[in-house]
């Protein structure tokens, strides 16, 4: 017996796939795994999808799902088989134009990474944040802001110094 998705989950899927690839290559800054990750919260998402619909907020749920697993990856991979076909490749294009913000973001650790993309590419706040990293708003509050530190090294370790006659450093 196959299982079937029902109408509400393919129609979700449908309208919603695109922005959890993007949501997915932000995250992880790797358009292999941004898929891998997606299709892993869709089928762990697609068997519980009347139960995940009654809650009120799949996408919130399966977001969570696609930022556990990249920050969990480590104990995945362990599970991974390797398989004799190449996967289907998905005809969306998920990299943003500008590759700066992810050469920025490749800077980060991935609890930080997380952080900046969940605060500023989904705009969610401290609270959803730390619901969906299962700790406290403190904690986000502090990773953000040694996040945005470290970003702003990096950017200014980037730009070329200005004389110091111009008064700006």
């Known amino acids: 017996m196959r299982w079937a998705a029902p109408d509400q989950f393919a129609e979700f899927v449908r309208g919603r796939h695109a922005a959890?690839?993007?949501y997915a290559y932000l995250l992880s800054g790797d358009p292999h795994l941004a898929q891998d990750l997606v299709q892993d919260a869709l089928e762990r998402a697609g068997i519980a999808w009347r139960r995940i619909?009654?809650?009120?907020?799949?996408?919130?749920y399966i977001r969570r799902i696609i930022t556990n697993r990249y920050l969990n990856?480590?104990?995945?991979l362990r599970r991974e088989h390797l398989v004799g076909d190449a996967p289907e490749t998905s005809g969306v294009v998920v990299e943003p134009s500008d590759g700066s913000?992810?050469?920025?973001?490749?800077?980060?650790?991935?609890q930080q990474r997380a952080v900046m993309v969940l605060r500023y590419y989904l705009d969610q706040?401290?609270?959803?944040?730390?619901?969906?990293?299962g700790c406290s708003a403190g904690t986000v509050k502090s990773t953000a802001s040694r996040a945005l530190n470290r970003l702003r090294r990096e950017?200014?370790?980037?730009?070329?110094?200005?004389?110091?006659?111009?008064?700006?450093r």
């Open 20 to 22: 959890l690839l993007r």
């Open 53 to 60: 619909e009654r809650q009120g907020d799949p996408e919130g």
């Open 73 to 76: 990856r480590v104990r995945s």
């Open 101 to 110: 913000l992810l050469r920025l973001l490749d800077c980060l650790p991935r």
């Open 125 to 133: 706040s401290e609270a959803q944040i730390a619901e969906v990293l």
């Open 155 to 168: 950017l200014a370790s980037e730009t070329h110094p200005r004389p110091a006659e111009e008064g700006i």
